[in-house]
């Protein structure tokens, strides 16, 4: 029996009822500040042709502070070509070390399902050494409570229920960070898109920036700006430099959560012969709430795209 893997971030990172997380998703689109001033506009292309976005970087925390940039990575994702699939990169936070992706199955949230690319998933485990089965880690104790795959999903969602058309997922959860490794995983993955000509996919990888604590919690604006800022900066410029090798230095000098998935992404681009990267918004935590006052906590959040 395939397995449902179940919201664990629905009532956290957002929202658990249908009605309120379709509304949040759609504020944090026409959101004028950060967000994109309008709703998701598409171009249903159902002739054929290369994809011009291969994929973009989107953040994956609450959706009040990080849904605005994630809107402008699905802008350009879906916007030129509604996919078959999405694969998602993601990153862990409980402590899981391997490569690992579900074969079957499907991923729920308030929206309903999506169901996984069980063809793509078995061309990846036949082509690639690095990648194994492992339902274990997106299901239970304790990898079921990782989120930064989950919250990628209902943006998917609202994204596929606009262009009437279904789309499937595969997640992909990297928990490792070794230069060679990930070359490898990279090229496998390239490999595996470039011989599905017939279906057209596209790649999200998820990651926050810098995680930062001001020293000076009852004025941090000048903080945050300064130092946390530059710190994204540095990975943001190495990012648009199409540097893969430069970005993952730069994100592990500081608390980027990702630098694996964008990294992964960023290879997965130069072997399939993408060109360019592009930086499509970026802001805290700390601005999105306002930017004025008191904070003991910030947090980064970038969108960014691959493209031709």
Same mark, same amino acid.
């Given at each position: 029996?395939?397995?449902?893997?179940?919201?664990?971030?629905?009532?956290?990172?957002?929202?658990?009822?249908?009605?309120?997380?379709?509304?949040? /998703?759609?504020?944090?689109?026409?959101?004028?500040?950060?967000? *994109?001033?309008?709703?998701?506009? *598409?171009?249903?292309?159902?002739?054929?042709?290369?994809?011009?976005?291969?994929?973009?970087?989107?953040?994956?925390?609450?959706?009040?502070?990080?849904?605005?940039?994630?809107?402008?990575?699905?802008?350009?994702?879906?916007? %030129?070509?509604?996919?078959?699939?999405?694969?998602?990169?993601?990153?862990?936070?409980?402590?899981?070390?391997?490569?690992? @992706?579900?074969?079957?199955?499907?991923?729920?949230?308030?929206?309903?399902?999506?169901? @996984?690319?069980?063809?793509?998933?078995?061309?990846? *485990?036949?082509?690639?050494?690095?990648?194994?089965?492992?339902?274990?880690?997106?299901?239970?104790?304790?990898?079921?409570?990782?989120?930064?795959?989950?919250?990628?999903?209902?943006?998917?969602?609202?994204?596929?229920?606009?262009?009437?058309?279904?789309?499937? @997922?595969?997640?992909?959860?990297?928990?490792?960070?070794? %230069?060679?490794?990930?070359?490898?995983?990279?090229?496998?993955? !390239?490999?595996?898109?470039?011989?599905?000509?017939?279906?057209?996919?596209?790649?999200?990888?998820?990651?926050?920036?810098?995680?930062?604590?001001? %020293?000076?919690?009852?004025?941090?604006?000048?903080?945050?700006?300064?130092?946390?800022?530059?710190?994204?900066?540095?990975?943001?410029?190495?990012?648009?430099?199409?540097?893969?090798?430069?970005?993952?230095?730069?994100?592990?000098?500081?608390?980027?959560?990702?630098?694996?998935?964008? !990294?992964? *992404?960023? /290879?997965?681009?130069?072997?399939? =012969?993408?060109?360019?990267?592009?930086?499509?918004? +970026?802001?805290?935590?700390?601005?999105?709430? =306002?930017?004025?006052?008191?904070?003991? +906590?910030?947090?980064?959040?970038?969108?960014?795209? /691959?493209?031709?």
């Amino acid at each position: 029996m395939a397995i449902i893997r179940n919201p664990s971030a629905a009532g956290r990172f957002y929202p658990r009822f249908k009605g309120e997380l379709l509304d949040t /998703i759609h504020e944090n689109f026409v959101n004028s500040s950060f967000g *994109l001033s309008h709703d998701l506009n *598409l171009t249903i292309d159902n002739n054929g042709g290369d994809r011009k976005v291969l994929g973009g970087v989107s953040p994956h925390a609450g959706y009040i502070y990080s849904g605005s940039a994630t809107a402008h990575t699905i802008q350009e994702v879906f916007g %030129q070509k509604v996919p078959d699939t999405v694969i998602i990169l993601g990153t862990q936070h409980t402590g899981y070390y391997e490569i690992g @992706i579900m074969k079957e199955g499907a991923w729920k949230t308030p929206f309903g399902t999506l169901d @996984i690319d069980t063809d793509l998933a078995i061309q990846l *485990l036949k082509e690639s050494k690095v990648v194994k089965e492992d339902d274990s880690a997106f299901n239970g104790f304790p990898h079921g409570r990782e989120h930064n795959i989950e919250v990628q999903i209902p943006f998917i969602q609202y994204a596929a229920t606009k262009a009437q058309k279904s789309v499937k @997922i595969l997640p992909i959860k990297i928990g490792k960070m070794n %230069q060679n490794v990930l070359e490898t995983l990279g090229k496998d993955i !390239a490999s595996v898109l470039d011989s599905n000509n017939n279906k057209d996919i596209a790649i999200i990888a998820s990651s926050d920036m810098t995680h930062y604590q001001p %020293q000076n919690p009852r004025n941090p604006k000048e903080e945050i700006l300064q130092i946390q800022h530059k710190r994204d900066e540095a990975v943001m410029e190495a990012f648009e430099q199409f540097n893969w090798q430069k970005t993952l230095e730069k994100a592990t000098d500081t608390s980027v959560c990702g630098p694996q998935c964008i !990294a992964t *992404l960023m /290879i997965i681009g130069k072997e399939m =012969g993408y060109t360019t990267a592009k930086k499509l918004q +970026y802001y805290t935590s700390y601005e999105k709430i =306002g930017g004025t006052g008191p904070s003991d +906590y910030s947090v980064g959040y970038f969108s960014g795209i /691959i493209s031709r």
